[in-house]
């Protein structure tokens, strides 16, 4: 079967920065997505990763290495406002999405 | 209004009851879906519509019967739910389902609770 691991919870400090990792076993691969959700709101896009390597946007980043099956994402100079469930999501060989079931960061003063 | 939204927020409804939650996208996109979200479990594709044809359907339960008229509305009809129907229902929004690197913009999702 399809499957995609998460943590389920993590706890990290203001201002630190913190790693949440994705391991995944698809059929096939077309591309890795993570999503933030806010408690009570829409997941929001955060980054798209296809090809081996690290993509960086501003104080996020995602990491991907296919041979693996592995991503992480990594926040930098954490803000309370990132406390929020992040969804690690791939697409398989019939461009289905298979969603992980989300990694809740709390952020500690 | 910009994106994609949802109505009800919140619904509650009994097992015998009939609703129907709408979601509404203003982004010009040409896919619709419907997912379910459980506590701590993964989303869970419901319906994909392309082009106002339905392509997706996930062995869902009858008494789930999506509609979509347009390509900015979708709906859901609910009617004789059961409790473990409760859940947050999410809609999103697509440019050209299942071409790969197309990102689903999402709504925020109606809360129902089945009693």
């Known amino acids: 079967g399809q499957n995609i691991d998460q943590p389920t919870e993590m706890t990290a400090t203001e201002g630190a920065i913190v790693q949440i990792n994705c391991t995944y076993q698809t059929s096939g691969f077309n591309g890795l997505f993570w999503y933030q959700q806010h408690a009570g709101e829409a997941p929001t896009f955060l980054s798209y990763?296809?090809l081996d390597g690290l993509e960086e946007k501003g104080r996020f980043s995602s990491f991907l290495s296919r041979s693996k099956g592995y991503s992480y994402l990594l926040l930098k100079e954490l803000q309370m406002k990132d406390s929020a469930s992040y969804l690690c999501?791939?697409?398989?060989?019939?461009?289905?999405?298979?969603w992980g079931a989300g990694t809740k960061l709390i952020i500690k003063p | 209004e910009t994106g994609v939204t949802q109505t009800p927020r919140h619904l509650v409804m009994g097992m015998t009851n009939k609703k129907s939650l709408k979601c509404e996208q203003h982004l010009g996109h040409n896919a619709m879906y419907w997912y379910k979200q459980s506590a701590k479990k993964p989303l869970e594709l419901m319906f994909v519509?392309?082009?106002?044809?339905?392509?997706e359907n996930n062995s869902v339960p009858s008494r789930f019967s999506p509609e979509c008229p347009n390509s900015s509305h979708l709906f859901l009809h609910l009617h004789t739910l059961q409790p473990e129907d409760s859940a947050l229902y999410l809609c999103a929004s697509s440019q050209n389902a299942g071409t790969g690197a197309e990102t689903q913009y999402f709504g925020p999702g109606t809360r129902l609770l089945v009693l």
């Open positions: 999501a791939v697409r398989d060989s019939n461009y289905q999405l298979i």
């Open positions: 519509y392309s082009l106002e044809e339905r392509v």
């Open positions: 990763n296809v």
